[in-house]
């Protein structure tokens, strides 16, 4: 007859094993994982993501949505500043039309054309500049973005050319501005011998000077953007020549030059309006 102690043990010892495999047990060890050995198998896919990923985006295209959509945000707010100072010069050259006129002739064509050129011209090597980061050509990015800066260091200074000039006339409003140029046409020979401009009356000639106001506050503003401008393309350039933009990441380079294209544009109104409409 069997020995019933040995019946007993040999049934735990049989529920043991069983408890042991089986795959619901949640003590078993195969069902088992440390914290440690979890925290493991998930952080290759976290560290998978490029450097210049920003940790609060979920992927590069998220962040380069992001930052492009706030750029044309701020491009917008833009639009409205410069606007709202288009908008100022017509509704004054309508009001006073002969002292608008007789002070656009006070500007040169020639220097307000240089300074369109030079700027399509900037245009062109932006974009290229562009394309030079998308194709991940670093020493062409650098040439690129080196032409626009001399672009715009050129541009500035035949701005500053021409401020001079308003500058020995007493054409910058304020306490020492002076009308003689327009109640005296003669007394301006250069200006005179072109479009024989007849004399204002006083209180007119005065008006001149709210165009002159609109001229350096537009001017002004337009070459505040391209000293801005001018100021990241030399640290663009720096970061260029270290390999920043050539490894994938164009963002901040296609933004910025979504910025420079919308300086140009704003000057070639600026042109239009100031220079070139009814001069005759």
């Known amino acids: 007859m069997p020995d019933s102690s040995a019946i007993v043990e040999g049934g735990h010892a049989l529920s043991n094993s069983a408890n042991s495999a089986n795959p619901a047990n949640p003590a078993s ?3 088992t994982a440390s914290p440690a050995n979890s925290a493991n198998s998930a952080s290759p896919a976290h560290g998978e993501h490029p450097p210049y990923q920003r940790h609060h985006f979920a992927s590069v295209e998220q962040q380069a949505d992001t930052t492009n959509f706030a750029m044309w945000l701020f491009l917008l707010t833009e639009i409205m500043f410069f606007g709202g100072l288009f908008t100022a010069y017509l509704v004054m050259r309508n009001w006073y039309y ?9 500007l040169s064509i020639f220097w307000g ?3 369109t050129a030079v700027l399509i011209a900037s245009s062109f090597t932006m974009a290229m500049s562009v394309w030079s980061a998308e ?12 032409l626009t800066l001399l672009f715009g260091l050129t541009f500035l200074g035949i701005k500053g050319i021409e401020w001079h000039e308003k500058w020995e006339k007493h054409h910058i409003p304020g306490m020492h501005y002076s009308v003689q140029s327009f109640v005296n046409p003669q007394s301006d020979p250069e200006v005179y011998k072109e479009y024989q401009d007849k004399p204002l009356a006083p209180d007119m000639a005065q008006k001149t000077e ?8 537009m001017t002004g ?15 663009m350039i720096f970061r260029a020549k270290a390999g920043a933009y050539t490894t994938g990441h164009v963002t901040f380079v296609e933004n910025f030059g979504l910025y420079w294209h919308f300086v140009d544009i704003i000057w070639i109104y600026l042109f239009a309006l100031l220079y070139l409409i009814s001069r005759h």
């Open 135 to 146: 194709v991940r050509r670093r020493k062409s990015l650098v040439l690129y973005l080196s």
């Open 98 to 106: 002969p002292a608008f006129v007789a002070g656009s002739h006070q």
């Open 210 to 217: 709210e165009y002159f106001f609109l001229y350096f506050a």
């Open 221 to 235: 503003m337009h070459a505040l953007h391209m000293v801005i401008g001018v100021g990241i393309l030399i640290f």
């Open 113 to 115: 054309t240089g300074n």
């Open 29 to 31: 060890p195969a069902n």
